[in-house]
């Protein structure tokens, strides 16, 4: 909110000039719309392939199953600078390096932790009698997950859907091996800004996301809290 063009505290004047900079300036426009169309193409893959998979989880004692859920989990493991080399390596030779594909794919594979381990814990609470007695009345198991089971677990879903979301926002270091061209992030185009000169635009985006995330997150929660 600084009215001058150092980063400095505290600030000589107050001003939004940094707001309106970014907001008017098509550059930034413009990695901001890939980021957003990425991170709402993410939650649509993610969210459905990660329930499935959570459901999977959840009623098999098998382990290939348990193998499954432990590999599904590594995106939080392993280092992300190592993700992103293998991705950056395998893209590469399939073509997919500066494509808006490319970069959904890899956000999936980020987001799809955050859904199942969300799902998982909704399930776990829920009585699996109910759809048992829905398919024993004729339903088959899909329809009688998504009358019976679905329902009671939205809000994990929803939350799940809420940090996958978030992931595929923040992301950098991926973006900085695999985005460019059209499809620059804006997290991207942050970071490559920042070796010119420290910009309090970057500052007020910074804020934006900062704030944006906050009451996701809040969103998140509070759909949890009401299904308790």
Same mark, same amino acid.
């Given at each position: 909110f600084?009215?001058?063009r150092?980063?400095t505290?505290p600030?000589?004047?107050f001003?939004?000039?940094w707001y309106?900079?970014y907001f008017?300036?098509?550059?930034?426009?413009?990695?901001?719309?890939v980021?957003?169309?990425?991170a709402? %193409?993410t939650?649509?893959?993610a969210?459905p392939?990660?329930v499935a998979?959570a459901?999977?989880?959840?009623?098999s004692?098998s382990?290939l199953?348990r193998?499954?859920?432990m590999?599904?989990m590594?995106p @939080?493991?392993?280092?992300i600078?190592?993700?992103?080399?293998?991705?950056?390596?395998v893209y590469?030779?399939?073509? @997919?390096?500066a494509t808006?594909?490319?970069l959904? %794919?890899a956000n999936v594979?980020?987001?799809?932790?955050?859904? *199942?381990?969300?799902?998982?814990?909704g @399930?776990?609470?829920f009585?699996p009698?109910q759809?048992?007695?829905a398919r024993?009345?004729?339903?088959?198991?899909l329809?009688?997950f998504l009358?019976?089971t679905?329902?009671q *677990?939205?809000?994990?879903v929803?939350?799940?859907?809420i940090f996958?979301?978030i992931?595929a926002?923040d992301?950098?270091i991926?973006?900085?091996?695999?985005?460019?061209g059209?499809?620059?992030?804006?997290t991207r185009?942050m970071?490559t800004a920042l070796?010119?000169?420290?910009?309090p635009?970057i500052?007020?985006i910074?804020?934006?996301?900062t704030a944006?995330s906050?009451?996701?997150?809040?969103?998140?929660?509070?759909g949890?809290?009401?299904?308790?």
């Open positions: 600084s009215g001058t150092f980063l505290f600030p000589p004047s001003s939004l000039r309106e900079e008017g300036n098509p550059a930034w426009m413009q990695a901001t719309k980021s957003l169309t990425i709402a %193409l939650v649509a893959l969210t392939l990660g998979a459901y999977a989880i959840s009623n004692q382990r199953m193998s499954l859920h590999v599904l590594l @939080l493991i392993v280092p600078i190592i993700i992103a080399i293998g991705i950056f390596f590469a030779k399939v073509g @997919l390096i808006l594909p490319g959904v %794919l594979m980020l987001g799809l932790p955050y859904v *199942i381990t969300s799902v998982v814990a @399930l776990q609470s009585d009698a759809e048992m007695v024993s009345l004729g339903m088959n198991r329809r009688a009358t019976v679905l329902p *677990i939205k809000a994990s929803f939350a799940g859907g996958a979301f992931s926002i992301e950098t991926i973006s900085l091996f695999v985005s460019g059209q499809y620059q992030t804006l185009r970071f070796r010119d000169e420290i910009d635009t500052a007020s910074s804020t934006l996301l944006a906050f009451v996701l997150v809040l969103l998140a929660m509070s949890q809290k009401k299904a308790a």
